[in-house]
C-alpha cells in the first residue's frame, strides 16, 4: 500500500526538494505534502483515496474544474489523431481567432508552452521595438521565472544565479503609488522599454489595485514612449470574458495568458497590436521559438474551455458565489477562531486573509503574521477534507464545478472542525 511518507522520502532522494515548482512541496506551511492521484469536477483524491474539496485547482488553469466532460472529450479525440504536429494545424489558428475575437485589440497572436516563455518573449520584443533597455515592475507581481524580473527591489537580484548585469535594467516600484510612479518616468521614462504588471496582482495575495494607479501607469508609458504588458496569465479568461482589459478599459500594449486557455495544458501566448508582434522571426528580427509551441491537447482543451464558459456566460454566477462563500465563511472563522479574518473575492478568485486597518493595496500592508495564521487554518481545513494552496500568499479559486451544493458540504466540514478544535 502507498503511503505519502515513502513517496515523500523517495521524492526528496530523486528530484530537488522533492518538488517540480517551490510552493508545492509545503515549505511555507509545514509538515510533508500529499500526493493526490485522482480529480474530477471540484474533487480530489490522494493516494489512499480520500476525497478533498479543491480550492486550490492548479494554481488557476481549471475554471471549468478537475477533468470537465466536455475537456476530457475533446482530449480523447485529440489522443486518437494527433499528439503533436510541429508543423501548421488548424487547431491553434482556432484558438488565436477565438481570442482574437474576444479581445480585438491583440491584433496577433504567438502561443508558447508556458507563462513564464510568455512574459520572456514579450520583454526581448519589447526591448527591439523601442531599443530601450529599461524594465519596470511592480513588488509582489510575478510573472514567471525569468531572470531579469526574479528582481526583488532596486535590481537586486531575487534569487541565486540571477547575475546583477541581468537584474540591472530592471526596476521595482510598489504597487498603489502614484508618487513613485511620476518620479520614476521623470528620471527614467525615456528609458524604459517596457513596464509589465499583473493588472489583478494574485501572486502575494490577491492585492486589488485603484483604476487610478493603473491608468496613471498606463498614461506615463504613452507618454514616454514605453509600452505597457499587462500579465493576465492568471486573470486572462478568469475574471471575465475580456480579462483585466475588460474590466479597467485599459488596453495595454502587450498582454500575457496563460493557464486557462489550456485548459490544464501546458499553453502559454502573448499578444499585442500588429506592429509590435510583427517584429517576430522568421519576418521579423526577433527570434523566439518552440518545438511543442501550440500542442494541440492545449490549443483544443483551451478552445473548448474558453467557449464553454462563453455559452454558459460563467463569470457574473461564479463571481456571486465566490462572493457568498467568502461572506459565510468568514463569519464562520470569526465564529470559531481568535484570528479576526477579513477573506476578499475578486470574480471566482478569493483570498484568507486577516483583518488589517486598512486595505491591503501593496505589499507592505500584509501583516507579517500573515503566513503562520494562515498555516493554522491550512491544516485545520487539510483535516477537514478541504485543500487549500499551500501558501498563505496564494490565492484560492472557484470552479464552475464548486456548485451551491459543493459549497454547503465545504462550509459543512469546515464547520464540524472548528466546533471541535480548541480556539486558535
Ligand atoms: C501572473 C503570472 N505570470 C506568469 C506566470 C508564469 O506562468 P508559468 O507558471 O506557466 O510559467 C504566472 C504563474 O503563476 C503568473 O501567475
Not at 511543442?292 to 455559452?311: D, I, Q, V, Y
Request: glycine share 8%.
Amino acid at each position: 500500500m502507498l503511503n505519502y511518507k515513502d513517496l515523500w522520502k523517495r521524492s526528496l532522494a530523486v528530484v530537488p526538494s522533492g518538488v517540480h515548482s517551490p510552493v508545492r512541496s509545503f515549505a511555507s506551511v509545514g509538515g510533508e505534502p500529499i500526493f493526490f492521484s485522482k480529480a474530477k469536477g471540484p474533487y480530489l483524491w490522494d493516494i489512499k483515496g480520500n476525497k478533498y474539496i479543491d480550492f486550490c485547482l492548479a494554481f488557476g488553469p481549471l475554471i471549468l474544474g478537475h477533468c470537465d466532460p466536455e475537456i476530457s472529450h475533446v482530449i480523447k479525440e485529440t489522443a486518437e489523431n494527433a499528439d503533436c504536429f510541429g508543423a501548421c494545424e488548424p487547431y491553434s489558428l482556432a484558438l488565436a481567432e477565438f481570442i482574437n475575437r474576444e479581445l480585438p485589440f491583440l491584433e496577433k497572436i504567438r502561443f508558447v508552452s508556458s507563462g513564464t516563455e510568455a512574459v520572456m518573449s514579450t520583454l526581448r520584443l519589447a526591448r527591439a521595438a523601442t531599443k530601450r533597455e529599461y524594465v519596470l515592475k511592480f513588488e509582489g507581481c510575478y510573472h514567471g521565472h525569468v531572470d531579469s524580473l526574479l528582481v526583488r527591489a532596486g535590481s537586486i537580484p531575487d534569487s541565486a544565479g540571477v547575475t546583477k548585469i541581468q537584474s540591472q535594467n530592471t526596476f521595482v516600484l510598489s504597487l498603489d503609488d502614484e508618487n513613485s510612479l511620476e518620479e520614476f518616468f521623470q528620471k527614467n521614462g525615456k528609458k524604459l522599454a517596457l513596464a509589465i504588471i499583473e493588472p489583478l496582482p494574485a501572486n502575494n495575495g490577491l492585492v486589488v489595485q485603484r483604476h487610478s494607479f493603473l491608468q496613471k501607469l498606463a498614461d506615463l508609458c504613452k507618454q514616454y514612449g514605453a509600452l505597457l504588458c499587462f500579465d493576465e496569465v492568471i486573470s486572462g479568461f478568469r475574471v471575465a470574458r475580456q480579462g483585466m482589459a475588460g474590466l479597467t478599459g485599459i488596453q495595454a500594449d502587450f498582454t500575457c495568458l496563460g493557464k486557462i486557455i489550456g485548459g490544464g495544458f501546458p499553453v502559454g501566448a502573448y499578444c499585442g497590436r500588429q506592429e509590435l508582434m510583427d517584429l517576430l522571426a522568421p519576418e521579423g528580427p526577433v527570434y523566439q521559438a518552440g518545438t511543442l509551441s501550440a500542442n494541440p491537447f492545449g490549443m483544443r482543451a483551451g478552445l473548448a474551455t474558453l467557449e464553454k464558459c462563453k455559452r454558459d456566460a460563467i463569470y457574473e454566477p461564479l463571481a456571486e458565489l465566490t462572493k457568498d462563500f467568502c461572506q459565510t465563511l468568514n463569519t464562520l472563522l470569526n465564529t470559531y477562531t481568535n484570528l479576526n479574518w477579513d477573506l476578499i473575492s475578486f470574480a471566482s478568485l478569493f483570498w484568507l486573509k486577516n483583518k488589517t486597518p486598512e486595505t491591503i493595496r501593496s505589499i507592505s500592508a500584509i501583516p507579517k503574521e500573515h503566513q503562520q495564521n494562515y498555516a493554522k487554518i491550512f491544516h485545520l481545513f487539510l483535516d477537514a477534507g478541504i485543500y487549500l494552496p499551500p501558501s498563505g500568499f496564494e490565492v484560492c479559486f472557484l470552479s464552475l464545478a464548486h456548485t451551491a451544493e459543493v459549497l454547503d458540504e465545504a462550509l459543512e466540514k469546515i464547520k464540524k472542525k472548528l466546533r471541535n478544535q480548541s480556539i486558535i
